[in-house]
């Protein structure tokens, strides 16, 4: 499956493309700063209410998780899911950084790092 970078650029007038988990991160960076159910176009695109509610170091897995592989289904990505999703700054930081183990169709885990505002 080919994967478009975001946000959109262009490289020699095509679409500039990046790798599987290149493009599932930079979506789940922009469902960071969404709130949930703000987007007509997917009732699970959206996880900046979770990510705030929490002050604790892990994030309530199952809710949050539940979403983002349901936006994932929602926008035909088959071939990525999270495994699990850990703060890893105290809460008051500023932002803070969560920590998502992304896992392939093929079983190879990956874990990555995103920021979401307080």
Not at 77 to 93: C, D, F, H, K, W
């Amino acid at each position: 499956m080919s994967f478009v970078a975001f946000p959109l650029r262009l490289e020699k007038g095509f679409l500039r493309r990046v790798d599987g988990p290149s493009a599932v991160l930079a979506l789940f960076e922009v469902m960071a700063r969404t709130p949930r159910g703000s987007w007509p176009g997917s009732a699970h695109f959206g996880l900046r209410d979770y990510l705030q509610a929490t002050g604790a170091k892990s994030v309530n897995n199952k809710a949050a998780l539940d979403e983002m592989n349901a936006a994932l289904d929602e926008l035909g990505i088959q071939n990525y899911r999270v495994e699990s999703l850990t703060r890893e700054q105290p809460e008051g930081a500023g932002s803070a950084v969560f920590a998502i183990s992304l896992v392939s169709g093929d079983g190879q885990s990956q874990v990555f790092r995103i920021a979401s505002q307080e």
